[in-house]
């Protein structure tokens, strides 16, 4: 796999699974919990395989 797209796959960083792709006009979170946390807009994503919580490139506005 190219470095460019490698970087575009964010990974768990307890057991690797894939969590977040890039893809040019997308974002796709593999079947996860979202969780978000108000006061910031940060929102993170739950591995499906090991629990563990992951930072995503998405905002919430609400």
Do not use: F
Not at 4 to 23: D, F, M, Y
Not at 45 to 58: I, Q
């Amino acid at each position: 796999m190219t470095e460019a797209a490698e970087e575009s796959i964010r990974r768990c960083p307890v057991c690797r699974a894939k969590v977040v792709v890039k893809l040019p006009q997308e974002v796709v979170i593999h079947n996860a919990i979202l969780k978000v946390d108000a006061p910031t807009g940060h929102v993170s994503a739950k591995c499906s395989r090991c629990k563990a919580w992951v930072e995503v490139p998405l905002r919430y506005l609400g």
